[in-house]
């Protein structure tokens, strides 16, 4: 009884040491792993080149590095950043929106990298527009990894019918909506223009081909740009074409952007690269064209949008530089071009695959769009700015006031 | 004697020793920590230095704008959506209470939307309140009363309207259920007694019948008094806040500070303040149904 006893012991001993068996020999050449946090959607075309093509290959290349690859919501994204922030649970590697870097930059979670092994040769082969949004005080916090920007698309059909040609001028596109609203030959109503949101994003594009801006060069005064006569002739005109009928979107009541697109509901409006896709998707049929933002004052310019690829300071440096090289490389970016995302990579550019994509009607809008300010502050002074054109539109105050109140916040704002 | 009744005691120690840790763990400590951060400069912002700023969160909250907007929404939600579920519960279970056949039945449809998911009742309210949706199509297309479509989400009070409708289609079954379970517990013979002094349906329900269920009641409004403090996932999801915040309410503002803008210590400032004012309400209420308990209960009707 007693060895019996003794026998199953040792069975019992040597069954739970096997699994560090082959641990202690393996020990030596384990590779490391690298949490890559990004948001591709989970779905989408972009998410499977980046699991079955992208990482596959840098693997291949870098045996000893392991990606994990993780997709997010956009929004939810940035959140879990901060979230991961105050708990020490952060990714190695994120794909950031642009407009985000500088408010990461604040919280010190970002790796500054201009010290990395080869920097200036990699930052160098990337357009040097898009690497402006990485650099905050005068370092550079990430690698441009894609870009985008905004153009008009408009649906052939009611333009025609309003006996409307695509509006070249600002002054073109406000007639163009007012001819174009009304009701349809169902007697459904019909609007000439859809802004999902007035936050910076949608309402830039208008401030600054009016003239105007939102902040000074140096990004440090408010006062005089966002309430100078330019910005507030843009919220004026947005505010009169919104009350007139000629322009709607933003409410919450209000039919999505690409159903109202697709069903005649919404005539034109502004949008990027993606939108081909989805319109492809979901409405085949509907016939539209592409044309650049209305050109005023300021001339025809556009927001630039995209993405970083940003290293946080607890990361594997080594690793992650590794990938992020690789991913800002010429063939990461042809092949992620493939499925819609603009490169930043000059080689890629002018490849034969970018300059026949469905993209290629945006490259000459990146070119003159311009990015929403770099400042920590920016979600707050996008939150007050959405605030303050909301009071105009629903008539609580004039533009004036609106925008003279918002630029002393937006100065205390950018002095924190 | 004694041994055993300390005994007695270890027992009751060790066996309540479990639950205490876990609330210790869960409730007291995260409160505790909260209470802690609301006096930090505790923003994402500043996460490697958090200076201590004292009451400077609590000044930022009170000289808030948003601040009463979105405080004044909790409270008008509370104070239309507790009268309303309570008022219609009640009305509802003595309705339920007076009939023999089909009791369960009834009862079941009434609790229908309490077990429904908030999300999923949300996103049907907003399909049919949409601009563009159901209730416009019948007021507009099938009945032909009103001219346009009415944007009954897209304004401050309209889409407030909205979420407090939803707010009390889903709690009046909970209410019919608890009021219910009271009503059975008023004596039958108090109403006999009535009867044969002739009180009508009206003086018995006012005399006999609240005065009966007035613990329920005192326990229904605190409860649902919280309940209305709280109300997040039908705001989230219907108006979103939208327009600039004009239908946020307390949490879903603190929501968006904490997680929108990372600043952490004002809306853990904010989270004692709204407890603060529960807390008092609370109290108040209590002292009411006191006053009134002074004043009358059943038999002295």
């Known amino acids: 009884m007693r060895s019996l006893c003794k026998s199953l012991v040792v069975l019992l001993v040597l069954t739970l040491a096997l699994p560090c068996i082959p641990a202690l020999g393996e020990a030596a050449q384990e590779p490391v792993t690298i949490d890559f946090w990004h948001h591709y959607s989970a779905q989408s075309a972009e998410n499977e080149t980046l699991m079955n093509v992208l990482i596959p290959k840098f693997e291949a290349e870098n045996p000893a590095i392991r990606v994990n690859a993780v997709s997010h919501e956009w929004a939810e994204l940035h959140d879990k950043v901060l979230v991961s922030a105050g708990s020490g649970s952060l990714p190695d590697v994120a794909r950031c929106d642009i407009a985000w870097l500088p408010e990461f930059q604040k919280m010190g979670v970002l790796a500054a990298l201009d010290e990395q092994p080869g920097f200036a040769d990699v930052s160098g082969a990337l357009l040097a527009s898009t690497m402006k949004t990485a650099e905050v005080a005068g370092a550079h916090y990430g690698l441009a990894l894609n870009t985008n920007s905004k153009i008009l698309f408009y649906n052939v059909k009611m333009l025609q019918d309003a006996g409307v040609t695509p509006p070249a001028t600002l002054d073109d596109w406000a007639d163009a909506l007012r001819k174009i609203a009304g009701t349809d030959a169902n007697g459904r109503q019909v609007w000439g223009w859809n802004e999902p949101a007035l936050s910076g994003w949608n309402l830039c594009p208008f401030i600054w081909s009016f003239g105007g801006a939102l902040v000074s060069e140096d990004q440090t005064v408010a006062s005089g740009y966002i309430n100078g006569p330019a910005t507030v002739k843009a919220v004026e005109t947005f505010a009169a074409l919104y009350q007139e009928g000629a322009l709607t979107g933003f409410n919450s009541g209000d039919i999505p952007m690409t159903d109202g697109f697709g069903t005649g509901r919404y005539a034109m409006m502004l949008e990027g690269p993606w939108k081909t896709a989805e319109l492809q998707g979901a409405y085949p049929d509907v016939a539209y064209g592409t044309a650049p933002m209305p050109a005023g004052e300021g001339g025809s310019i556009s927001v630039l949008g995209g993405e970083d690829i940003a290293m946080f300071t607890t990361a594997n440096q080594q690793a992650a530089w590794a990938f992020m090289r690789f991913m800002t490389g010429e063939y990461a970016q042809t092949e992620m071009a493939k499925c819609g995302q603009i490169p930043v990579n000059k080689a890629a550019l002018a490849s034969d695959t970018v300059k026949s994509a469905p993209f290629a009607p945006f490259l000459d809008a990146i070119t003159t769009a311009k990015a929403r300010p770099t400042v920590a502050a920016w979600a707050e002074i996008d939150n007050d700015l959405t605030g303050a054109v909301t009071a105009v539109i629903s008539g609580q105050q004039s533009a004036q006031q609106a925008m003279d109140e918002l630029a002393a916040k937006v100065d205390a704002l950018l002095q924190e | ?301």
């Not at chain 2, 909260?34 to 994402?44: I, P």
């Not at chain 2, 009954?152 to 407030?160: A, I, K, P, Q």
């Not at chain 2, 005065?211 to 996932?233: E, H, K, Q, S």
Request: charged content about 10%; some cysteine.
């Open chain 2, 1 to 301: 004697m004694e041994t055993k009744s300390k005994l007695n005691r270890l027992q009751i120690g060790l066996l309540l020793l479990p639950g205490l840790c876990v609330f210790g763990v869960f409730t007291v400590y995260p409160i505790f920590r909260l209470l802690l951060m609301s006096f930090f400069d505790w923003n994402f912002g500043a996460m490697l230095r958090q200076p201590f700023i004292g009451l400077a969160n609590y000044r930022q909250v009170m000289g808030d704008d948003t601040f009463w907007v979105v405080f004044a929404n909790t409270v008008l939600y509370t104070l239309v959506t507790v009268p309303g579920q309570m008022a219609l519960g009640l009305f509802t279970a003595v309705l339920i209470h007076g009939v023999t056949r089909f009791r369960v039945t009834f009862r079941v449809i009434c609790y229908l939307p309490v077990i429904t998911s908030w999300v999923i009742a949300s996103l049907v309210f907003r399909y049919v309140f949409n601009t563009e949706g159901l209730l416009n199509y019948f007021l507009g297309q099938v009945l032909r009363i009103v001219p346009g479509n009415i944007r009954w989400l897209d304004t401050r009070w309209s889409g407030l309207t909205v979420a407090m409708i939803l707010g009390i289609w889903k709690g009046v079954g909970w209410n019919m259920v608890v009021f219910l379970a009271a009503l059975q517990q008023v004596p039958l013979d108090l109403y006999e007694a009535a009867d044969m002094d002739g009180c009508g349906a009206a003086r018995k329900f006012l005399h006999i019948t609240l005065p009966g269920i007035r613990g329920t009641l005192l326990f229904a409004l605190i409860m649902l008094t919280i309940g209305g403090f709280n109300v997040f996932t039908s705001i989230k999801m219907i108006t979103g806040g939208k327009p600039a915040h004009q239908t946020d309410t307390l949490l879903t503002w603190m929501y968006y500070k904490a997680f929108s803008t990372g600043k952490f210590g004002y809306a853990a400032a904010l989270s004692f303040v709204m407890a603060a004012a529960l807390a008092l309400l609370a109290v108040l209420q209590f002292r009411a149904m006191q006053a009134r308990d002074a004043k009358g209960g059943i038999g002295r009707a």
